[in-house]
T-cell receptor
C-alpha cells in the first residue's frame, strides 16, 4: 500500500526558510516522481513543484521559482522541499503527491497524497 | 500563464446527474484530471487522462472532453459526493501542472 508520510507543522518568521519532508513507501521510489501542492486556508489547490525521483530533475511553479528547491534521497525514499524568503503568502497546507510520468508525458495525475504539512508564516 | 476555469459552484439533487466543466486555451492538447476533496482531507484522484478511473473510484464518475473543455460527470449523485472538485492539466510546453479554481458541489 502506498504511503506518503510528511513532516510536522512549521511556524516561521517572514524572510526565513523551511524544509519539509515526504517519505514514500509501498512502491518503487524511482519509478514515480513527487509533486508538491499547496492550499492556502479556504483556497484552492496550487501546484508548487515536481521532482523526478529517478534522476533528480525538477520543475517549479511561477510563484516559488527561485525560492523553492526540491531534492530527494533515494536511500531513504524521501523527498525534501525547501522554501526560502518566506512571506505570509506562503502560509498554506503543503501536500506531497505521487506522480507518474513517461519520457514525454505526465498525464496520469497525482494518485496518492500525503496528509499535508501546515506552514504558518505570521504577517 | 495557462489557466483553467471552473464554475465556483454546482448544485444537484440526490440521484440526479451532476456535471462540472473545466475550460482552458490549451486543454484540447492536454489530458485533464479531476480530483475530489472533502473538508479536512487530501484530494483524491477520480479521473485521469480525460476519462480513466483509478482503481476504487465508483463507476458513477466519468470524464469527457470536447475542444478546450473537459467535463466531470457524476451519475446518480449521492450525498457522499458533496465535496470540492478540481480539474488539473499538465502543460507539455512548460512541464508544469495547473489546477482549476475548484467547484463546490452541493447535493441538495
Amino acid at each position: 500500500q502506498v504511503h506518503l508520510v510528511q513532516s510536522g507543522a512549521e511556524v516561521r518568521k517572514p524572510g526565513a526558510s523551511v524544509r519539509v519532508s515526504c517519505k514514500a513507501s509501498g512502491y518503487r521510489f524511482t519509478t514515480y516522481g513527487v509533486a508538491w501542492v499547496r492550499q492556502a486556508p479556504g483556497q484552492g489547490l496550487e501546484w508548487v513543484g515536481w521532482i523526478n525521483s529517478y534522476n533528480g530533475n525538477t520543475n517549479y511553479g511561477e510563484k516559488v521559482q527561485g525560492r523553492a528547491t526540491l531534492t530527494r534521497d533515494i536511500s531513504t525514499s524521501t523527498v525534501y522541499m525547501e522554501l526560502r524568503s518566506l512571506s505570509s503568502d506562503d502560509t498554506a497546507l503543503y501536500y506531497c503527491a505521487r506522480a507518474y510520468c513517461t519520457s514525454n508525458r505526465c498525464s496520469s495525475g497525482f494518485d496518492s497524497w500525503g496528509l499535508g504539512t501546515l506552514l504558518t508564516v505570521p504577517s | 500563464s495557462h489557466e483553467l476555469t471552473q464554475p465556483p459552484s454546482v448544485s444537484v439533487s440526490p440521484g440526479q446527474t451532476a456535471s462540472i466543466t473545466c475550460s482552458g486555451d490549451k486543454l484540447g492538447d492536454q489530458y485533464a484530471c479531476w480530483y475530489q476533496q472533502r473538508p479536512g482531507q487530501p484530494p483524491v484522484l477520480v479521473i485521469y487522462e480525460y476519462n480513466k478511473r483509478p482503481s476504487g473510484i465508483p463507476e458513477r464518475f466519468s470524464g469527457s472532453s470536447s475542444g478546450n473543455t473537459a467535463a466531470l460527470t457524476i451519475s446518480g449523485t449521492q450525498a457522499m459526493d458533496e465535496a470540492d472538485y478540481y480539474c488539473q492539466a499538465w502543460d507539455s510546453s512548460t512541464g508544469r501542472w495547473v489546477f482549476g479554481g475548484g467547484t463546490k458541489l452541493t447535493v441538495l
